[in-house]
Structure formats: C-alpha cells, structure tokens
C-alpha cells in the first residue's frame, strides 16, 4: 500500500509538471500556485462553507459519471485477494488510495462541486481495468481493446476536426477567461460587480481564479463591473478592458 501511495503521489506530480512546461511553451502563467491559491486555500479551506451541500454531495455524480468503475469495484477486490503479486495488484492499490483520498479530501472541503472530482477518472480507469482483464476469456481482450482503441481515435478525430460538435459554448465563462486582469490600485478591494447571467457560485470562482478578485452583486459598490461581456469601469461602459 505504502508503494501505491507513492506512485499515486509521483503520478499526481509528473502531471501537473507536464502541465506547467507545456503552459510555459505557450507563455502562460503558472496555473498551480494559483490554483492552490485561490481555488484550495481560499475556497476549499479557508472560503465560507458551502452549507447547501451534503456529505453525501458526491454520490449523484458518482452514480452518474463512474457507474462503470462503481460496478467493478466490488469485483476488483476478489481480483486483488487472488493474486499473488505483481503489476495488477499494485494497480488496484494505487487505484483504491487516488480514490478515497480524493473523494475524502473534495467531501472534507468547505466548498463542493460536482466537477471536483473528475481527477478520479485514473483510479476508474486503473479499476475497471485491473477488473475487466481477469474477467475477459483470453482471446477476447484484444478485440475490446482495439474496439475501444477505434472508438477513441474516432472521438478525437471529430473533437480536432469540427470542435463545435462536441464543445458547449458558454460566451460568459468565456469572456471571463478572455478578459485582461482588471486594474485596480494597490490598496483598493479587488471586487467586481456581476452583471451577468452566470450562476453566483461559478461567477466566484472564476472572478478569484482568472482575476484574483472577489465577486459582488450588480447593485454593489465596487470599481469595476462585468456585464456578461465586458469588463470595465463601474457606470462607465465604455472603458472596456477586454477585446
């Protein structure tokens, strides 16, 4: 267990390195310091709780979303006890550790949403694997793998291709992430007045992420205001800060 937890740790660390040099190709900003920063710091930990929410918040998206790894996960523990060693095994641990640190630490934070817990997808995948190879007769893996080996290639294809098929536009999250950091002088509250349509819960969190300010009612006192299109100056629409 010792040895899945490791390399559940090492995994979790190679990604996010993949990531910021691939965002440094690109001459962006660092994503994680921000994203434990304003996302874990101040939302998960230090934020207001989110008192709507249950500890049981977590198993509708469970039951929707992992329904497949949620079945094989009674099976995976048989496959474990038989075998004796090796890579499966180790598998199956590292899988069952990603998995119930994760949905433990998401459960425990003071905010909760459903897409929070999306980084499980590996531990799904490793279990429903571990499983599904013992459970295949020996001659028919090869067929399933090359089926779902088509099936993927042809999902990517369509994504690269004609992205507009499979992306759901969403304008305002989308002038969000467009829009430059708003200039506010040192000293002065780094709050913004929505405007827009978007949800009060995503309009926080994108509001703390991409511009590190906290989000307040149309009505509210604040140097800026976001109208759901444009960033600018509070009763003065035409200082526009984003293309």
């Given at each position: 267990m010792a040895i899945a937890t490791a390399l559940g740790i090492a995994a979790i660390a190679v990604?996010?390195?993949?990531l910021e040099l691939w965002r440094a190709s690109l001459g962006l900003?660092?994503?994680?310091?921000?994203?434990?920063?304003?996302?874990?710091?101040?939302?998960?930990?230090?934020?207001p709780v989110d008192r709507e929410s249950s500890l049981l918040f977590y198993v509708r998206p469970l039951t929707r979303w992992y329904a497949v790894a949620l079945v094989a996960l009674p099976f995976s523990l048989g496959v474990h006890r038989h075998q004796t060693g090796g890579r499966r095994r180790w598998l199956l641990e590292l899988a069952w550790c990603w998995g119930a640190g994760l949905l433990?630490?998401?459960t425990a934070a003071q905010q909760r949403s459903y897409w929070f817990i999306h980084p499980l997808i590996p531990a799904g995948a490793?279990?429903?694997?571990?499983?599904?190879?013992?459970a295949l007769p020996p001659r028919g893996d090869r067929p399933v793998a090359i089926a779902i080996a088509v099936v993927a290639t042809v999902w990517l294809g369509i994504t690269l291709a004609i992205p507009e098929r499979v992306r759901i536009h969403k304008p305002e999250q989308e002038a969000i992430r467009a829009a430059d950091p708003p200039a506010i002088p040192e000293g002065a509250p780094r709050v913004v007045a929505h405007c827009g349509r978007l949800g009060a819960w995503r309009a926080t969190h994108l509001f703390a992420f991409y511009w590190d300010a906290t989000r307040v009612g149309c009505d509210a006192p604040a140097p800026l205001r976001f109208d759901g299109r444009r960033l600018h100056a509070h009763g003065a629409?035409?200082?526009?800060?984003s293309p």
């Open positions: 990604a996010f390195g993949l900003e660092p994503f994680t310091p921000a994203y434990l920063a304003n996302r874990v710091l101040r939302l998960g930990i230090t934020g433990l630490a998401f490793w279990i429903v694997g571990a499983t599904a190879a013992v629409g035409a200082n526009d800060r």
